[in-house]
């Protein structure tokens, strides 16, 4: 089983989201991570560049597959996790400490259409189906 | 769900997330991929292969028979336990199946086909032999595989075997195999290192898995196998040639024997038209310069047209870049572009293998 924490929000395309004030920090989740494998590029945002809610914004290249991260809320991206360029793997490792951007959210009642760790855990048990 | 190997508990237990390979449930990695890759590059590592098919042929026969549906000729095989790489074409001339042919005595040679042409090999073969009366097709029941590739493969395989095998494995030349019995181990593999392909029956596969565990053998997933074996510039048949290419623009044009001329193997006429006629395309290797991963059936544009295709690509952990197999038009050299996810990149023309004895060749 996936590791999902539980004070942490998620959307169903396997993003999670941790809120502190008007910034929300977002990543891969565990089970995004270990459907992937092994990740060897991962193309961030550039600071400064907006989003909406939806939105692909980054791409995430494991040894299968390259996918798109998309924006679990809209707003601006304020900050880089510039770190991953040279370590990718840490999204494999530590998936919840290797964020990618974060964002100065526009609009913070997005919130509550994302899913809870309960919510989330349920999509990713069908999507291992 | 698809057939299981007789390792398949061993997988599961492992921790293995299993994927389909041509019908049968097999570990696509155990852990990281990259690891595993690492691993048999730097130490040894072990791949179940069971799922591949052991074909012997027997008889007086044989021989005859094999020079006719095998482009390379098994005329070369004289000696017990030489292997020979071939292709097994139709009368077009294009590639049913790629194998290793084993010369065990004169009136038995073992074939090792792959497991996702298993059963038109079979039905292809037992067609052809029809005017073969003194040779029998037969395939060895309840039978496994494992293969251990790596610079310690030699002396980790040897570690779980008593003699006078011991002794039979250190003494095994490269390209040759021998046999006890129903063991049978040959110095062969599909990664570009040293290494053995063990058959031997599915009773005792189990123990020695174990064994090779023991000896700090780690087991190595189909992920791993396709990065290590397209760094070793092996190809893939069903991705880098099918039934719609030949041997001569498939970068096995070194596998076809011409000579003797009077040899009328299956698809000699045809291979000789396109010989004479010249090929539009070759197989050729590819570095991704930038960032990003080449990947199966990508376009490859050269001078702004159409200039072929990716047949195999992936992320070379040896590099550090992304590697691919492309089959391109014949004149290019240098570089070519690559449409990746909407975007043209320059990616470097280079001749195979990529890697050798663990190190970068580029």
Known sequence: MSNVPAELKYTKSHEWVSVEGDTATVGITDHAQDLLGDMVFIELPDVGASFEKGGDCAVVESVKAASDVYSPLSGEVVEVNEALADNPEAVNNEPYASWLFKLKMSDASQLDDMLDAETYSGVAADDSH | ?362
């Open chain 2, 1 to 362: 769900m698809g057939k299981q190997t007789p390792l398949y508990d061993k997988h599961v237990v492992m921790g293995a997330k299993m994927v389909d390979f041509g019908g049968w449930d097999m570990p696509l990695r155990y852990g990281s991929q990259i690891e595993e890759h690492h691993q048999v590059r730097n130490d040894a590592g072990m791949f179940d292969v069971s799922h591949m098919s052991v074909v012997d042929f027997t008889g007086p026969d044989t021989r005859q028979f094999l020079r006719k549906v095998f482009a390379n000729n098994v005329d070369r095989l004289t000696t017990p336990g030489k292997a020979l790489y071939t292709c097994m074409l139709k009368p077009d001339g294009t590639i049913l199946d790629d194998l290793i042919v084993y010369y065990m005595d004169e009136n038995w040679f073992r074939v090792v086909f792959n497991a996702s042409t298993h059963d038109k090999d079979l039905a292809w073969v037992k067609e052809q032999a029809k005017s073969f009366s003194a040779m029998e097709i037969i395939e060895p029941p309840n039978m496994a595989m494992i293969a251990v590739q790596g610079p310690n493969a030699r002396a980790k395989v040897g570690a779980v075997f008593d003699e006078p095998v011991r002794s039979a494995i250190a003494a095994l030349a490269p390209f040759t195999a021998a046999h006890f019995g129903d063991l049978f181990i040959s110095r062969t593999g599909y990664t570009g290192e040293d290494g053995f392909e063990i058959i031997l029956p599915a009773a005792q596969v189990n123990d020695v898995w174990r064994s090779l565990y023991g000896e700090g053998v780690k087991p190595i997933g189909l992920g791993a196998r396709d990065s290590l074996r397209l760094e070793a510039g092996m190809n893939l048949y069903g991705s880098d040639m099918d039934e719609t290419t030949s041997p001569l623009e498939s970068g096995l044009g070194w596998t076809v024997a011409w000579e003797p001329e009077g040899r009328d193997f299956i698809g000699r006429a045809a291979l000789e038209k396109i010989r004479s006629e010249g090929t539009t395309h070759k197989l050729v290797g590819l570095i991704l310069e930038g960032k990003g991963v080449l990947r199966n059936h990508q376009k490859v544009i050269v001078k702004g047209q159409d200039g072929g295709e990716v047949t195999s690509g992936g992320f070379s952990p040896t590099l550090g870049k992304s590697i691919a197999f492309a089959r391109i038009s014949k004149e290019v050299s240098g570089t070519c572009k690559v449409e990746m996810r909407g975007q043209q990149m320059v990616a470097t023309v280079v001749k195979l293998p990529f890697v050798r004895n663990g190190k970068s060749v580029q």
